[in-house]
């Protein structure tokens, strides 16, 4: 008797594994480090952090989804190849970009430049609170020094404002100031039109899953322990790895497209189409 054959393992589609190891890698290498990344931190330092993590959270998987969906309605509108070259255009401008900042980081460039990003994220944090003096004065005992500001300049509207005080009645004005800051922060951001054009290259739910996790690990790091981290870790390296990462994205992202261009249907007869 021939021994029965046992069926073969399943196998994981491996355009999902790639889909959400570019979308992970991609959140990780964009966002520590980063202002928004910095606010979660220092909201964590005044506030629970169960409740910075969750606006801040919410706000980025808001984020994630309106971003892969805007890049799922591109290959409608324009063919499939064209929005794979771009994306590829996209990432090897990010990574030249980020090459150029990392070349540049010398010595103790790499740690000024996350100072400047920590003082940039206390000034928003001051702003929102309506505060005149940011935090890192307060902890210095600069107050006595530091030169009088109007509480807000820039009045909101009147419904905006109404919206978020209607807001932080419901959830509370720790989880809407952290919702809000990061959103603001992140609208416009690199990670925010990177994930426009994996969302445009790939399935749009594993792009939005993936970007969550990366966000998720990213948030919480911050809210830990990001204040700590953002002293350790060396700027240079971790932009040297996004430049890195984003010019490999680059290549894949032409290979494909051209791949794709390959695909289509060219007319070569008056009678007919042949495909090359």
């Given at each position: 008797m ?14 999902f ?15 520590i480090?980063d ?9 964590a ?8 993590f ?5 706000s ?13 309605i ?13 994306a ?22 790499g ?6 990003e ?6 928003e944090?001051?702003e929102?609170d309506?505060?005149?003096i ?18 807000k ?34 609208w ?5 039109i990177a994930t ?6 790939h399935n ?10 990366g ?10 322990g990001?204040?700590?981290?953002s002293t ?5 390296h ?7 990462l ?7 992202y032409f ?5 794709e261009?390959g695909?289509?249907d ?11």
């Amino acid at each position: 008797m021939s021994a029965m054959s046992s069926p073969p393992p399943p196998s994981v589609d491996p355009s999902f594994m790639e889909t959400m190891t570019q979308s992970v890698l991609l959140i990780l290498f964009s966002e520590i480090g980063d202002k928004t990344f910095l606010i979660s931190a220092l909201l964590a330092m005044r506030h629970p952090r169960l409740l910075v993590f969750s606006g801040a959270f919410a706000s980025l998987l808001l984020m994630s989804a309106l971003s892969a969906s805007l890049g799922h309605i591109l290959p409608s509108l324009i063919p499939r190849a064209w929005t794979q070259l771009a994306a590829a255009v996209l990432f090897l401008i990010f990574g030249l970009k980020m090459a150029a900042e990392a070349r540049k980081m010398s010595g103790d460039a790499g740690n000024e430049k996350m100072r400047e990003e920590m003082r940039e994220a206390e000034e928003e944090i001051a702003e929102d609170d309506g505060e005149g003096i940011p935090m890192e004065s307060l902890e210095e005992g600069r107050a006595d020094n530091a030169p009088p500001q109007s509480p807000k300049s820039n009045k909101k509207p009147t419904w905006l404002e109404g919206a978020r005080n209607f807001s932080s009645l419901i959830f509370g004005p720790v989880i809407v100031q952290a919702f809000v800051l990061t959103f603001l922060g992140e609208w416009g951001d690199r990670s925010q039109i990177a994930t426009i054009a994996l969302g445009a290259a790939h399935n749009v739910y594993l792009v939005t899953l993936g970007t969550i996790l990366g966000h998720c690990f990213c948030t919480a790091l911050a809210v830990i322990g990001g204040r700590y981290i953002s002293t350790k870790i060396s700027v240079k390296h971790v932009t040297w790895s996004g430049a890195i990462l984003f010019l490999i994205f680059s290549v894949l992202y032409f290979y494909e497209g051209c791949m794709e261009w390959g695909d289509v249907d060219v007319p070569l007869t008056l009678e007919g189409t042949s495909r090359i």
